[in-house]
């Protein structure tokens, strides 16, 4: 029997590789800048599923220039705001994410930007690396207290109850926003608020781990920085498209938010230059899942999902 096609648009991990050109008729794209509009179209012509990455955009506009070959876009992420899928489903193309196998390695990224937020992170490393730490005193580099304090969590699925159960640990009182309410089991006492802005009045400590869609697109604007209690610290491990940067600096200087931690950005590659010049804000690239033992689950659930596939099974992440 003849292999499908896949078309694996970025450098997934070695494991991932070999599996997919043991299964597949593979083609990788070593070079593994993100693919761009012209090369998905082109793509749909030549092969029978994709791996992409949340680099590669499936908008409306280039899934209607798709030509008939393409079946399945099996993505290497759990959030799928770089696909159109009302209009992947329309053409009959199936789509499926990473769910579960991530959520471990994002809540540590967050829990790394909660404490290098409240503790200053940024200052400290910069003095102590160019050699500028030349006094000390009782009142220098004083940051927030994380243990004890209120954490609320912006959407408790599974990303955002992986947090909450490292929050614990940190004995962090936990207080959630999310469609609906958890089961008790799965709640283990957090609390469970109806709406965002009762969840902000007591955020010591705020995490957001909701998808992007046009309803969650600056979730985060000035209005409810607002609500925030005084010296409130805001951490993104989701989606830029999130917050309001713009607030968010403004946020900042007028002390509303002592600091923020930000793993992603309404610009990616690059993130916000205007957000270089503040100490108070701990940044990463994007590299909540960047761990090897969570690549290699990323990869396996994609390629788990196309075996599914093209052995006439439903895909466990179908969308
Ligand atoms: C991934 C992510 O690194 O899974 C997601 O939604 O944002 C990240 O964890 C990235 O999408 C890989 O394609």
């Known amino acids: 029997m003849t292999k499908p096609r896949l078309w694996i648009t970025r450098r997934l991990s070695d494991a991932t590789l070999e599996r997919a050109a043991r299964d597949y008729d593979v083609v990788i794209n070593h070079g593994d800048l993100p693919g761009t509009a012209d090369e998905i179209i082109a793509a749909s012509a030549e092969y029978d599923a994709i791996i992409p990455c949340h680099s590669e955009h499936f908008s409306a506009d280039v899934v209607a220039q798709f030509s008939d070959r393409l079946k399945i876009v099996a993505n290497h992420s759990v959030g799928v705001d770089h696909c159109d899928l009302p209009a992947l489903k329309a053409r009959g193309i199936a789509v499926t994410n990473t769910p579960d196998v991530l959520s471990d390695a994002t809540a540590e990224i967050a829990m790394l ?30 940051g927030k207290q994380v243990t004890g304090a209120r954490l609320g969590i912006i959407g408790m699925g599974r990303v955002g109850r992986a947090f909450a159960a490292k929050a614990r640990g940190f004995e962090m009182e936990i207080h959630y926003f999310n469609r609906t309410p958890l089961s008790q089991e799965q709640a283990h006492g957090a609390i469970y608020h109806d709406s965002i802005e009762s969840v902000l009045a007591v955020s010591d400590f705020l995490s957001l781990h ?20 005084e010296g409130a610290v805001v951490v993104n491990t989701a989606r830029g498209a999130l917050v309001d940067e713009d607030a968010l600096l403004d946020a900042l200087k007028s002390g509303r938010l002592a600091a923020a931690g930000l793993d992603c950005f ?12 503040h100490d108070t804000i701990f940044m990463l690239p994007h590299i909540g899942s960047a761990t090897r033992q969570t690549r290699d689950a990323m990869g396996f659930r994609a390629l788990d999902n196309l075996d599914a596939f093209f052995s006439g099974k439903t895909p466990g992440d179908l969308l």
């Open 266 to 277: 309404k610009a990616e590659p690059g993130g916000n230059p205007a957000f270089a010049a």
């Open 113 to 142: 930007l909660m404490l290098g937020a409240a503790r200053l992170a940024v200052s400290g490393d910069r003095i102590v690396r160019s050699g500028a730490w030349d006094s000390w005193s009782p009142a220098f580099m004083v």
């Open 210 to 229: 909701c998808p992007a869609t046009p309803e969650t697109t600056n979730l985060m604007n000035a209005d409810r920085f607002a609500m925030l209690p």
